[in-house]
């Protein structure tokens, strides 16, 4: 009896091409740095019984009506808003996705990216690499303080609470948004629940950590910044789509908010002369939250692991359910 056929977006680490290779055939994009092609993976689906893919592969519909014998589309991520779920659990294909395993090494870096905003620690390297250093100066890059100041955190999930959890080191007010209370966060981390409104108005930092749906798609709009402080500053590790970058570029360039640190972006790679990239008070990232080398292993061997599971018969370990 022939293998089941697994086909890698990208290309993996010996050790999770061996592992997939005891069980299946294994056919791989070689490239590690660089997305297959949309055709390409509509053809390799066609006759794929399982995908192992990552953030920047859409799956729409239209690839996963064609797929054959397909039984698995096991993402190295934990959001999953480029795969069409409806479409695939239409017909019993699972999608699996790698919650918590990331969890700590996003909020890592979310507040990683709150600090250099707030202490303006990319135009503190770029004065010293520019020669631009003078004698000290009484109000030189002067920042904003993290602790005590209040941290609004939009979508307390798993990654919204490791946030919060960092803040409570900095001895910060927590504020959130949530569609459903977190009763045991709020004790543990002395967090409030407050509506939107209060959150965008009186937090120093406001933080999306939301997935991206058709709910939370441009979350954060013009009216959203207009209710800022004019000294808040804004993170998003989420997806780029939870925010209206025009508005975002104009708050920003207009002083209605004072920072921005950013992960993720409506459209990746971002380029180089996009507007929000000419911003001093912008410190951009190209959606690195969950890279660190242990995490990013942990997460590819999660999503080898569900493909073997679905292979067996068995339902992997996280699937998505909508
Ligand atoms: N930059 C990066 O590299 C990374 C980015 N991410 C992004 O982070 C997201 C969150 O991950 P994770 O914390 O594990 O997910 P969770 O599902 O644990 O948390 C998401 C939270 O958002 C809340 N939420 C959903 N919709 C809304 C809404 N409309 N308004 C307010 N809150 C909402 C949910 O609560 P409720 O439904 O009750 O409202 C939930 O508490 C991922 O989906 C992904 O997009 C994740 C990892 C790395
Ligand atoms: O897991 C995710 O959703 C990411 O964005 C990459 O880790």
Redesign the pocket.
């Known amino acids: 009896m022939s293998k089941p056929y697994v086909y890698l977006t990208r290309k993996m680490p010996q050790n999770i091409t061996d592992q997939l290779a005891a069980a299946c055939d294994v056919g791989m994009w070689e490239k590690a740095e660089e997305p297959v092609p949309q055709h390409i993976l509509k053809e390799e689906m066609k006759t794929a019984d399982a995908v192992f893919c990552n ?1 920047s592969d859409v799956i729409d519909k239209d690839m996963i009506d064609a797929a054959e014998q397909l039984k698995v589309i096991a993402t190295m ?5 480029n795969i069409d779920v409806k479409a695939a659990q239409e017909k019993n294909i699972y999608v699996a996705h790698t ?2 395993v ?2 700590e090494t ?1 909020a890592d ?2 507040f990683a990216l709150l600090m250099a905003s707030a202490r303006r620690i990319p135009e503190g390297i770029d004065v010293i690499k520019n020669n631009e250093w003078g004698a000290w100066a009484p109000f030189f890059l002067t920042g904003q303080d993290i602790y005590q100041a209040r941290l609004g955190i ?8 490791a946030v919060a959890k960092r803040g409570t080191g900095f001895d910060m007010d927590i504020v959130y ?4 209370p ?1 009763k045991e966060a709020e004790q543990r981390l002395g967090a409030r629940l407050v509506d939107m409104d209060e959150l965008l108005q009186t937090s120093d930092f406001v933080c999306v ?5 058709k ?2 798609h441009h ?1 954060i709009d013009k009216q959203a910044f207009d209710k800022m402080k004019s000294s808040a500053i804004f993170i998003n ?3 780029g789509g939870t925010v209206d970058e025009e508005a975002l570029y104009n708050a920003l360039k207009n002083g209605d908010i004072r920072g921005a640190g950013l ?2 972006f409506e459209n990746e790679p971002i380029s180089a002369d996009h507007p929000l990239l000419s911003l001093p008070n912008v410190t951009a990232l190209p ?5 660190s080398e242990t995490t990013r292993k942990k997460m590819a061997e999660m999503t080898a692991n569900h493909i073997l599971q679905a292979l067996r018969g068995e339902t992997p370990d996280y699937i998505v359910k909508e």
């Open positions: 953030v991520a934990v959001g999953y808003n919650p918590g990331l969890t996003t870096l979310t939009i979508g307390m999930g798993r990654i919204g609470e948004h949530n569609r459903t977190k950590m939301t997935p991206y749906t709910e939370t979350l590790t989420s997806r992960d993720v959606h690195i939250g969950s890279a």
